[in-house]
């Protein structure tokens, strides 16, 4: 029931008849509303008189059961299956659709995201539409008009309420229209799904499982980066620079840094978007000083006065790439985290709690550099796995 201070449009025509604002001081006397004859209607515009609010326009959208009732039904439980439906999209996409990164111009795993997207935002839409279009076309247009006052409800009152209340559950026609409710049940299940497959999706999914298929290595992703030997037929794997060529210690001056990834298929690629490394050539003083540093697991990861280290922020993951050559910090540009180069890259600065992890190089038998094995601990966020 719709409260208002003056009557709207389209009074004519009313169950109630049009009333003044000064008409309705002058009301009739109370009517007994434990009087059997009343009919439910009736007790709802006795209690709404009672409460000041003159009920001056009621009547249905449509003629119920008329063409254009039905026709509006239909419209509605169909907004709601819609919304079903792509729910069920939305599931059913998130179970079986190809998840796991796949390189190439159709990799359907390109869509995961964009699909869960879609889906969802066509249920929700589909959803609002269809109580939307339920509120406008179906509901009785109603214009009442309301005196306030201030008191405590009485038994009677509540009495009223509940009829009130009732009526406004027939109104709505869930009671008498199966087709409704049905298409509404069916519509707001697989939301209830959608809304559940983030907490349930770990039960189905493992993401604890082999990437590569690459028989006997079975880690999670989480477990490794794009330097583990297992990825290159258990030999070290070489530092590459982005275009997949290998580095000599003479590619890299002193005082300098290159950004370097794993020369394995894919190794620049987001597939192993964990792996990008900061390969430093330290002067002299400053590696002598860090070997002095150096964590016991980091012993022997440092290749002459070459340190490289993790370029992914243990914070939230950004790259910390600016090196300050005087002071030996490594600054990340995004909350401005710093961290110390010649002591196991510690964060001496910023919300980074983490030391940056320190990749174990060595230089092998062509001149190259590799990776003796993968990183130590796990890089990255402190909040990641590990
Ligand atoms: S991501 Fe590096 S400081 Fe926040």
């Not at 709207?8 to 003044?20: A, D, M, S, W, Y």
């Not at 006795?46 to 009920?55: C, Q, V």
């Not at 509540?158 to 409710?181: Q, S, Y």
């Not at 330097?227 to 982005?242: G, M, S």
Request: glycine share 8%; aromatic share 8%.
């Amino acid at each position: 029931m719709s409260a208002d201070t003056a009557s709207g449009p389209g009074t004519t025509g009313t169950e109630t008849g049009q009333r003044t604002a000064d008409e309705l001081v002058a009301e009739p006397a109370e009517l007994d509303v434990y009087d059997p004859r009343l009919t439910r209607f009736d007790l709802v515009r006795e209690g709404a008189r009672r409460k000041g609010i003159e009920i001056v326009h009621y009547e249905p959208r449509f003629p119920p059961g008329s063409r254009a009732d039905r026709r509006m039904e239909r419209v509605v439980a169909s907004l709601f299956l819609l919304a079903g439906a792509a729910g069920m999209g939305f599931v059913v996409a998130y179970i079986w659709w190809p998840w796991e990164y796949a390189d190439g111009a159709t990799a359907t795993s390109k869509f995961y995201t964009p699909v869960l997207g879609v889906t969802l935002a066509i249920s929700m839409l589909a959803i609002g539409a269809g109580i939307t279009t339920w509120a406008k076309k179906l509901l009785p247009h109603e214009v009442s008009v309301e005196h306030r006052h201030d008191q405590p409800s009485s038994d009677t009152d509540r009495k009223i309420m509940g009829a009130t209340l009732g009526n406004m559950l027939d109104e709505t026609g869930v009671t008498r229209r199966p087709l409704l409710r049905r298409a509404l049940l069916l519509g707001l299940a697989p939301i209830g799904l959608v809304a559940a497959a983030p907490l349930v999706g770990g039960l189905l999914k493992d993401p604890h499982t082999n990437r590569t298929g690459e028989p006997g290595f079975n880690a999670s992703p989480q477990d490794y980066t794009g330097w583990n030997p297992a990825l290159n037929d258990e030999q070290p794997v070489r530092l590459t620079f982005e275009n997949g060529s290998p580095i000599r210690p003479a590619d890299v001056s002193v005082g300098g840094q290159v950004t370097v990834f794993p020369g394995i298929d894919h190794g620049a690629s987001n597939e192993y978007a964990d792996s990008p490394t900061l390969l430093i050539h330290l002067r002299e003083e400053f590696a002598a000083e860090l070997r002095q540093n150096l964590y016991p697991m980091n012993q022997d990861s440092m290749a002459g006065n070459f340190v490289a280290y993790s370029k992914i922020c243990t914070h939230a993951g950004c790259p910390p790439s600016l090196f300050e050559q005087q002071t030996n910090r490594l600054l990340c540009p995004c909350h401005q985290s710093q961290f110390l180069i010649t002591d196991n890259a510690r964060p001496i600065f910023g919300p980074a709690t983490r030391s940056l992890a320190m990749l174990p190089i060595a230089v092998d038998n062509e001149g190259y550099f590799v990776a003796t094995s993968d990183y130590q601990v796990p890089v990255g966020p402190s909040f990641w796995e590990r």
